[in-house]
């Protein structure tokens, strides 16, 4: 089934994330923004966040479904204490995108995977990490090695070989149109991949008390011995209440629980993106079966 801009592949499973209403305050500012061409001469925006201090690592974000780039703001401001350069483009799939209307169904599958080829060019051969949300985490899957269903138009391996690590907020389940779970199995980089358990969504995961837990079936299916990390935030939904993505929800904003991701997902970034030895020492510390905070290694 195809997917349109209100629901994202219903039936086989829904990504879509509803527009965002309104920006947050006391949140970093994109440093600037810069037009890529891409095929066609389509234009790709991109935003970009330098930190302040020396940059340690490069991180190219993809979004979620309907959002923006500057929706994750709250999560990109401790990446930028921590040395981290951040790219996003705004994807065709974006309610904030001037052609939102040109790219029906799959076409803005096609589209995020040319944007991502296209923002990796424009950094040449330097190696950087792959992150994202909801629909932007199957994305950096894909850069990292899932074999994901290539899109109607796309030639050549979807994964990125300067892709070194893989961060993923709450990915989708399997979709058989997108990515299977033996697709998901085929991850050939470190990789971390959070969920909550309250991270329901409802079309593409079950609506009982179990379904967040299809977030995982990435780092499930992987094999084991890559340094693939699960993390799980008790209370934390697809959205941390709001404090990433959709703004316009009620709360309350899980904050806690984000700055949990957050410092976790710079330490692996620092442990497997930069290959840190203590970072990695310092990471695998952290493992643990407990909740709040339930980190997953294998």
Not at 82 to 104: C, M, N, Q, W, Y
Not at 156 to 180: M, Q
Not at 250 to 270: C, H
Request: contains cysteine; glycine residues 10%.
């Amino acid at each position: 089934m195809m997917i349109d801009r209100r629901n994202l592949l219903v039936g086989a499973g829904a990504l879509f994330a509803a527009a965002p209403l309104c920006a947050s305050a006391n949140k970093p500012v994109a440093e600037r923004r810069f037009t890529l061409s891409g095929p066609g001469g389509r234009e790709i925006s991109v935003s970009e966040w330098r930190p302040q201090r020396r940059v340690k690592a490069l991180v190219l974000f993809s979004h979620g479904a309907a959002s923006s780039p500057r929706f994750y703001e709250a999560l990109f401001a401790p990446w930028l204490d921590a040395g981290f350069h951040i790219l996003a483009p705004l994807h065709v799939d974006s309610t904030e995108h001037p052609r939102l209307k040109d790219f029906p169904g799959l076409a803005s599958w096609k589209a995020r995977i040319e944007d991502m080829r296209a923002l990796s060019a424009h950094v040449g051969d330097r190696p950087w990490i792959a992150a994202g949300h909801s629909y932007g985490g199957l994305v950096a899957l894909t850069m990292g090695g899932a074999a994901a269903i290539p899109p109607a138009g796309i030639d050549g391996p979807l994964s990125d070989p300067k892709a070194r690590a893989v961060v993923a907020f709450s990915p989708p389940a399997p979709i058989p149109v997108l990515c299977t779970a033996e697709g998901y199995g085929k991850l050939a980089v470190p990789a971390l991949i959070q969920t909550g358990t309250k991270d329901i969504v409802p079309g593409i995961t079950s609506i009982d008390g179990e379904g967040w837990r299809s977030h995982l079936v990435p780092y499930e299916a992987a094999a084991p011995g890559g340094d693939r990390y699960g993390l799980v935030l008790e209370g934390v939904d697809h959205y941390f209440g709001g404090a990433i993505c959709r703004y316009d929800l009620p709360g309350p904003r899980q904050v806690e629980r984000l700055a949990d991701a957050a410092s976790i997902s710079a330490l692996f970034i620092d442990a497997h993106g930069r290959r840190d030895p203590t970072a990695a020492r310092r990471l695998n510390a952290l493992v643990t079966d407990a909740l709040p905070r339930r980190l997953l290694h294998k």
